[in-house]
């Protein structure tokens, strides 16, 4: 369980974070949308400790990452993410991407981290691209390759910034489809995107953020049929144009 | 009266001639290979400090870069070779002075000191070149920070700065001509030496500019094929 309270942050004067309070069960897909600079990369970046923040606190299964004496390695060991430009390691290939953090991390053999890679490579649909160098891969290819990587790792937690809105349109579904995948298979997820399509299908809960504050929440149904702040709507109507 | 100058091109294999520009050549190479190793280690890992979250040791990376960069070479090497031994206290500077070929050892170090606050420079561009959040995706695997510049960040901003790298390696081997101010019998010394010998100092400081030309060529192609050999595949315009 991830549980976030009263989180509070700033960059300098600029408060980004406001008050942001959320628990995230295990198995639920939590899906995150939000005008740019809204604050959702930063609010994910603060639950694996990526970011420092000032006030209010982050537990994950309990563990605070609030606290100095929480090791946040093995914190994010757990909370596996996705990004929005994929961030392969230019110089590995697809499978040297996926085997790094096992083998370092981990202490796994060279030859079982390379067998799970191989596995979630098949998952992800690209069995066929494991000694191809990510830039060899198309865009969607090389997101399931990061989507993989951060798998390796067996996380109990997956949280995806805008894992879409780098892709090209033909594809953007078959990067949704490992993660609708991985939602119907128990992962507990934490998605910023605005694919509405994606939240309909998995989302326990849509959160919309705007000037670092969830201004609203509620199932797909509820946010969807019936927003009930103004920036909602005009979200809305703006990514469904 | 004649003083038509008679060319003599056999002073460049002529015993014991000949045999003093190979010595220097080896002399040269060694210098420059011990200097370019120094350089590269200590290079790396000065561009390092000088990104890490560690303020004193941001600090300490900014001061070395800063002081050995903006010193001439030359004057380095002086004030190692001569004042380098007393930082070590009174009668350990005495025993540093009786060392044998105390001058190579000056100049190795000396040479690779200076090429590393370069290295470095280059290092920090490398890094600098690298999104943020590559470095966070690192991460988010659970890398440490020493995980994830050693097997991640490091070997990625090297891929990225070779070409600047080969100039470097050119120019440390062309810097241990310096070594001679301080007495070392390179390369350029030697074709000094066959000068002072012979009056044909115009045979041997041609000479010695060709051996300097291939052994630049030299490295440059071999740095081509590391270049071939670790490029990172699909990077366009490389
Ligand atoms: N490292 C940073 N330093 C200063 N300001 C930042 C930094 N990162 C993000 N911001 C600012 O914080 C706000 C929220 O950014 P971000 O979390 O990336 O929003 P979103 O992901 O919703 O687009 C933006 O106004 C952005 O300019
Ligand atoms: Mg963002």
């Known amino acids: ?241 | 009266m004649g003083l038509t100058y008679e060319f003599d091109w056999g002073v460049l294999w002529r015993y014991p001639y000949g045999m003093w520009l190979l010595k220097g050549l080896g002399l040269t190479i060694a210098i420059g290979m011990a200097a370019w190793i120094i350089a590269l280690a200590l290079g790396i890992l000065i561009g390092t400090l000088r990104i890490t979250r560690y303020r004193l040791l941001r600090w300490f990376g900014t001061a070395y870069v800063e002081v050995l960069r903006n010193i001439p070479l030359l004057v380095q090497l002086f004030f190692w070779f001569y004042a380098g031994p007393m930082l070590f206290g009174e009668t350990l500077s005495r025993k540093i002075n009786h060392i044998s070929g105390l001058n190579i050892w000056v100049s190795i170090i000396g040479i690779g000191l200076y090429t590393a606050s370069r290295v470095a420079e280059h290092v920090r561009a490398g890094f600098a070149s690298i999104g943020r959040d590559q470095y966070q995706a690192v991460l988010s695997t659970g890398m440490t920070q020493i995980q994830m510049y050693r097997y991640v960040i490091i070997p990625y901003a090297l891929r990225l700065i070779i070409p600047p790298l080969t100039t470097e390696f050119l120019t440390v081997f062309k810097n241990t001509s310096i070594a001679m101010t301080i007495g070392v019998a390179e390369l350029t010394f030697q074709s000094y030496q066959i000068d002072a010998d012979t009056f044909h100092g115009l045979e041997a400081t041609t000479g010695a500019m060709f051996i300097y030309l291939i052994l630049g060529i030299t490295v440059v192609k071999f740095m081509n094929i590391v270049e071939k050999k670790y490029k990172i595949q699909g990077l366009v315009g490389r």
């Open chain 1, 1 to 241: 369980m991830i549980e976030i309270k009263k989180l509070n942050k700033w960059f300098g004067d600029f408060q980004v974070l406001v008050d942001v309070d959320e628990v995230i069960e295990r198995g639920q897909t939590v899906v995150i949308c939000g005008p740019s600079g809204s604050g959702k990369s930063t609010l994910l970046r603060c639950i694996n400790g990526l970011e420092p923040f000032q006030k209010g606190d982050v537990t994950v299964d309990g563990v605070s990452v609030a606290d100095p004496k929480t090791n946040l390695y093995k914190l994010r060991e757990k909370i596996g993410m996705v990004f929005q430009r994929f961030e392969l390691y230019p110089h590995m290939t697809a499978l040297q991407n996926i085997t790094l953090a096992p083998m370092k991390v981990r202490k796994w053999s060279r030859r079982k981290a390379e067998e799970k890679a191989r596995q979630l490579l098949e998952r992800v649909g690209i069995p066929d691209k494991a000694d191809v160098y990510p830039a060899n891969l198309s865009g969607g290819q090389q997101q399931r390759v990061a989507i993989a990587r951060a798998l390796a790792m067996e996380p109990d937690y997956m949280m995806f910034d805008e894992p879409t809105s780098a892709l090209d349109p033909e594809m953007i579904k078959e990067v949704l489809d490992v993660m609708i995948d991985l939602a119907k298979g128990g992962m507990t997820m934490l998605c910023v995107t605005h694919e509405m399509g994606f939240a309909r299908e998995v989302a326990d809960e849509i959160l919309f953020m705007d000037h670092g504050r969830i201004v609203e929440r509620g199932t797909y149904e509820g946010f969807f049929n019936n927003p009930k702040t103004d920036r909602a709507k005009e979200f809305l109507a703006q990514i469904l144009d």
